[in-house]
């Protein structure tokens, strides 16, 4: 049922020097190149965030729907991340570290240029798929960088933004060393730096609905700019693979819509398959296709296959059950199924549905872990067929745990003989005493996910 597939699979073409993955995520088959970069400072948090919620709209054909291609690195620095450092493991500021003519060998800079393997993968990537044009995501300033020829992209994503949101416009000038000043000058290809205010002097949602208005700008303007180019119609050029990365497959079936819906694990699906190990299921957008829960289902997909060198416990990712109604946050399927209901039925009608039971069912998961938005407070409910109590680690992960009644698909795999987790996220975000960022934050998730990967 599982089957081996590179058709716009998020590639490892890297490492970190901690042995973290350096994943790019490609989106879309034709048309011009956008390559999206993020937290190449590991500190910078927002950027992480925004890089989350954008994988998950692209997964609907966000790119497709505007004839471009687009690049997504959301974690150029995960080392940094994990640390939550400004700079890589070995102190050197990535965003200094590029072969621009205007290098400078000291301090943060590193000796020479390039001389970190998260620079050298950036530097390689560039290099092989040659982008039409690059947005980099920072903290925490509010504004709209731009470097060599870029101020045309740069006017058409700050006039995007609604008003009450706009991020002026700035022309800060080169930096040693900087991606801005190796892209935007030596290679001349337009570059524009998006960076967010911090979340105390203004809120973070409001601020990626504007980023995601001025990167679907940006999207129809690199449409437009390069319409009928040679270097457009070409199919994306082959990228290095780690193979003991990740692995990547789909299913042989597509949506109602005739998308796919994409596999990943960080085990050979060889070994899944003979029942060797038993893996923990997400699944991503089985429960709803509400915003919310994608992109904290986003967050521990990246936790789990990217920010975590060493896995022990096999994890696989469903990033949609449901991908036709990503674009919409829908719960129904482009013939108007509820993909939830449907999947908890006597005889599922739906192909996502039938899908899903089967690799349910294929997969014997030691733990299926399914995520709610739309809902009235953050929380978990764990269920094992047995009446376990939650695992200690889960317990003990700083989540709140409830017992309240299951979403459709999660009964089903309890009564099936599967333990199951689900995670529920707060939709009044902007009530009570925290803030909506506190309420809404990926982080909220984190230990929970440790926990899973420990003691499940």
């Not at 003979?274 to 967050?299: F, T, V, Y």
Request: charged share 25%; glycine share 8%; hydrophobic share 35%.
């Amino acid at each position: 049922m599982i089957t081996p597939s590179s058709v716009l699979a998020p590639c490892c073409i890297g490492r970190s020097l901690e042995g973290r993955l350096f994943v790019v995520d490609r989106f879309g088959m034709t048309g011009p190149i956008l390559l999206v970069v993020a937290a190449i400072y590991g500190n910078e948090h927002s950027a992480v965030t925004a890089a989350e919620r954008l994988r998950a709209r692209l997964l609907s054909g966000w790119a497709e729907r505007r004839d471009v291609r687009v690049a997504l690195v959301g974690s150029s620095n995960p080392d940094g991340i994990a640390a939550h450092t400004r700079e890589n493991a070995r102190g050197i500021d990535l965003n200094r570290n590029f072969p621009a003519d205007n290098f400078q060998s000291e301090g943060a800079r590193g000796d020479q240029a390039k001389s970190e393997p998260e620079t050298r993968a950036l530097v390689e990537l560039i290099d092989i798929i040659a982008p039409h044009a690059v947005v980099a995501l920072h903290c925490c300033e509010p504004m709209l960088d731009y470097d060599g020829d870029s101020r045309d992209m740069a006017r058409v994503m700050h006039e995007s933004m609604p008003r009450d949101v706009r991020f002026p416009l700035e022309r800060l000038g080169s930096q040693p060393g900087s991606m801005g000043s190796w892209m935007g000058f030596e290679r001349d290809t337009p570059i524009v730096t998006l960076e967010f205010a911090a979340a105390d002097k203004r809120p973070l949602l409001e601020q990626y609905g504007a980023t995601e208005s001025a990167l679907d700008a940006a999207m129809r303007w690199l449409s437009r700019r390069h319409t009928g180019g040679d270097d457009t119609s070409q199919p994306w050029p082959d990228l290095p693979h780690d193979g003991e990365a990740n692995h990547v497959g789909t299913i042989p079936a597509s949506s109602a819509g005739g998308r796919p819906i994409r596999l990943e694990s960080t085990a050979p699906l060889e070994s899944l398959r003979s029942g060797a190990s038993r893996p923990i299921l997400l699944l991503g957008g089985a429960l709803d296709n509400d915003w919310r829960s994608l992109q904290i289902a986003e967050h521990l997909r990246r936790l789990a296959h990217v920010q975590s060198p060493h896995v022990d416990r096999p994890v696989i990712t469903i990033d949609s059950l449901n991908p036709d109604g990503v674009a919409d946050a829908a719960p129904r399927n482009e013939v108007d199924v509820d993909i939830a209901r449907d999947l908890a039925a006597d005889s599922p009608r739906s192909a996502e549905a039938q899908l899903g039971r089967r690799l349910v069912d294929d997969l014997a998961p030691r733990l299926v872990v399914g995520v709610r938005g739309r809902d009235h407070r953050s929380g978990a409910q764990y269920r094992s067929p047995d009446d376990r109590a939650p695992p200690e680690a889960l317990r003990a992960s700083g989540l709140s745990m409830q017992t309240r009644p299951l979403a459709p698909p999660l009964e089903y795999c309890l009564e099936t003989g599967h333990p199951v987790l689900q995670l529920d996220v707060h939709e009044h975000c902007g009530e009570g005493r925290r803030a909506p960022e506190t309420l809404m934050s990926p982080s909220h998730f984190d230990h929970p996910l440790e926990a899973m990967l420990s003691d499940m």
